[in-house]
């Protein structure tokens, strides 16, 4: 039964929230996401989506998603396995595998189902045999959500896990020299490709030294680099010269390829039927519908057709990089369009995001507890969308903010 005292339990938690500054508040945009975006009738500069390449509501992305619906309907009504699945669906899988170098890649509605669905398949699989089994799972503390949760479903009695501190590969080192010989039947090791909060990069080439030294598994979830980083977009795999040598990746069609939904799992043959045939995140959830899909055919296309749009995004980020570091701002270091300016105070940094969107310029404030305490920071995301004099006004923006603030 529906209590009071639930209902009490919720508003007092939820009250807890807004005390604590921890209650999200949802901005609404009213029209399409963009370089510029509508926000209470106005229009403001957008320095806050993971539009990198500018897809969202690029005219050959949504043409795609319009042709699909003209020819494939709304959706299936289905999953995969019973009648959701059209030729279309293997053509971006197919495509996907090519880009990536890899055997074969499987898609799931998220990015989030597909890490869900990977981990728990592998750790609680028997695979036929007798007996027990345990597998060690060796993951940075600051792996995205989806991660975290993934360890969740995997069975306690099948699986142990292993943090270490962020970018720490000695102390990821020194774990699994401390685990051989426990018998653990499969290990793995798991990071993002580009962690969110700072736009740092994993150190791919150790990470990848660590997985064969100790005989590991390699998995990567590049969400932010797909369609970002590597001379064709193809992520942080490509970026480090390692392009098809990571045993299994992860990502999302929902940032750079076009910013809807789709997520997927890429790498070997033998991974991926196995996911088709036991991924309970897979078989048990619908089938990505076919706008989606044929949009992101098109952006993975795009890709290939128009090597511009990754170069922009790069120039761009950049450009506003070394902009506002000349303002005097501090400014994390790095190449992803994600670009940190570290404030410190979680305070001001939500007074100075508040002023920023007054005066036309949308950028998230990040703070405790989803940053470390006492770097509270903005970050902007960089979009090859953004033209320079987009850029130049955005700089302009958070030099006065700044200055008003005491700031710079
Ligand atoms: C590293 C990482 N993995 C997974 C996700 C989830 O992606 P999706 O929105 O496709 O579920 C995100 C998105 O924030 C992410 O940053």
């Not at 580009?194 to 030294?213: D, H, I, N, R, T």
Request: charged share 25%; with cysteine.
């Amino acid at each position: 039964m529906y209590s009071k005292k639930l209902a009490e339990d919720i508003e007092k938690e939820l009250e807890t929230l807004k005390k604590a500054g921890k209650f999200k508040m949802e901005r609404e945009l009213e029209g399409t996401q963009g370089a510029e975006v509508e926000i209470a009738g106005k229009k403001v500069l957008m320095f806050a989506a993971n539009n990198y390449l500018g897809l969202a509501n690029h005219p050959e992305i949504t043409k795609a998603g319009k042709d699909a619906i003209d020819k494939y309907g709304f959706g299936l009504s289905s999953v995969r396995f019973i009648s959701g699945t059209e030729t279309i669906h293997k053509t971006l899988e197919k495509k996907l595998a090519e880009f990536l170098e890899v055997n074969d890649s499987i898609l799931y509605s998220t990015n989030f189902m597909a890490n869900l669905g990977f981990f728990a398949t592998l750790t609680n699989e028997a695979f036929g045999a007798e007996g027990e089994h345990m597998d060690a799972i060796y993951s940075d503390e600051l792996n995205h959500a989806s991660i975290i949760d993934a360890f969740k479903l995997c069975k306690k009695e099948n699986m142990v896990k292993r943090i270490y501190s962020h970018g720490d590969l000695v102390a990821l080192e020194k774990m699994l020299v401390e685990d051989q010989g426990k018998g653990y039947r499969f290990k793995i090791i798991v990071s993002d490709g580009v962690f969110s909060m700072e736009g740092y990069l994993a150190q791919l080439p150790k990470l990848k030294e660590l997985a064969e030294k100790y005989e590991a598994l390699l998995f990567v979830d590049d969400a932010h680099a797909i369609g970002v980083l590597g001379k064709s977009g193809a992520g942080t795999p490509e970026h480090f010269g390692l392009h098809g040598k990571i045993d299994v990746l992860s990502g999302t069609f929902g940032k750079a390829l076009g910013g809807a939904v789709g997520g997927y799992i890429a790498g070997k043959k033998e991974i991926i039927e196995l996911l088709r045939q036991k991924s309970r995140t897979y078989l048990f959830s619908n089938s990505v519908p076919p706008s989606v899909v044929m949009a992101s055919i098109r952006a993975l296309d795009l890709l290939k057709e128009k090597p511009e749009l990754l170069i922009k995004v790069k120039e761009n980020s950049e450009y506003f990089r070394n902009g506002a570091k000349k303002l005097g701002f501090e400014v994390l270091d790095g190449i992803h369009p994600i670009v940190p300016v570290m404030l410190g105070d979680a305070a001001k940094t939500q007074e100075m995001s508040k002023k920023l969107l007054a005066n036309g310029l949308f950028v998230v404030g990040l703070w405790f507890p989803v940053v470390p305490e006492g770097t509270a920071r903005l970050r902007f995301q960089i979009s090859a969308a953004h033209t320079r004099e987009q850029i130049d006004q955005a700089l302009k923006i958070l030099s006065e903010v700044g200055r008003e603030m005491g700031v710079i």
